[in-house]
């Protein structure tokens, strides 16, 4: 997706801002506005959940002041014209990743929501005992514990591709002896949330992993939880039959996830949850269910939140210029992985080169300080950073099991608020050092 010419180039909103303060990040971001406690808000934790955007606070507060209802219930004109914004939004949502239909677009209430729904209204009518399914070490517990789970279920087998320690990306060395016809399910995270990427350069193993899987028939899920702010995606060109994210990680409402499926799927999807808006006719002896994507979205599904994702879409598409956000992401990782590796037992985590070309993430620990304790100490400089397993507890075992530290960045931050945070971790490393 190419950014149109805008008065501040979004991609620049950090960095511009704060070196010449031209418009206050706050403009764009009400919760960065400075506060009593901190002059400047350094927010490092959008791979967990993203500022929401002013335009979107405004869009869903205005739907709110004025006359709504129901989608697809109400035959009065304002609840028309809410059922017309929210078709909309799914064709907006639909066109940002290059789904060829709106009828693929299912709104969920999170990354979480939309991978537990494939699960159940896919997977476990196709799985039987014997079947394969394939997923890699580094997923997020929505994903790996969701497979071991269902495995246990219905009597497959999870593989788990694991991380190599040496590259940090998914060694799928082992990949060709698994392929076989009873591989059912592939499901990976395109970007993990503690390494960033782990596909090499460009995702070119997941692509190859792709071509593999699906040559024996399997059905690919991913999880682009960590992507969708950071990268364009093309369902299409990706080649995968389910795809998952988050809006709130995208600077949108939470309890709104998006699960894209291929309409070629739809045959072999059964609704699981039931209710008003999914049904075409009910009796005693005789049910039947709206197409897809409706008989997947049982009850009054979050319009609000819908109508907020409208907005926060509007705002990508004029403004947002992946190929310069993710050069600026990038370059903060390069920033702080420099900084970090110039201080004394501190270990960074993850492919430090691709980080630098491709990342938003960084992730670490320091010998000897709990990653909550540095965490906890960082926040009282203004740093909102993460610290513990980051729900993808398979992964640290690479690393001795250890919590880490994890500062993630946006369109939002600087170089600026990365010098900020280095100073930050200096003293609070150096007083920790000295407590014990
Ligand atoms: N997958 C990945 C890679 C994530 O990072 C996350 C959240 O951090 C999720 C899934 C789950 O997202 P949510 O908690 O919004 O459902």
Redesign the pocket.
Known sequence: MVGRACKIPIHYLGMVTNKILLTPLSHYFPALAPSEKASQQCYFDS??TACTLASVIEAMSNFYERAHGSVHRGVYESAERTTTQYESVRGQVAQFINARSSAEIIFTA????SLNTIAYVWARHILEPGDGIIITQAE?H??YVLWHEMARRYGAHVYVLPIDPITSCVDVSGLDHLLTKSIKVFAA?MSS?VLGPIWGADNYLLRQCITKVRSVGAGVII?A??TIAHAPIDVERLECDFLAF?V??MGGPTGL?VLYARSSMHAHMKPYRFGGGMVAAVADDFMTWQAAPHCFEAGTPPIAQVVGLGALLDFYTKYVDFAALRQQEATLCAQLIGALESIPGVHVVGNKELLSSQGHVVSFYVDGIHAHDLASSLGQYGCAVRAGDH?AQPLSSLWGNKATVRASFFMYNSPAQVEHLIAALRNCISRWREIL
Request: hydrophobic share 25%.
């Open positions: 791979a967990a999170g990354a979480t929501d997020h929505a994903h995270t949330n999880d939880a960590q988050s709130h990680k996830g729900c």
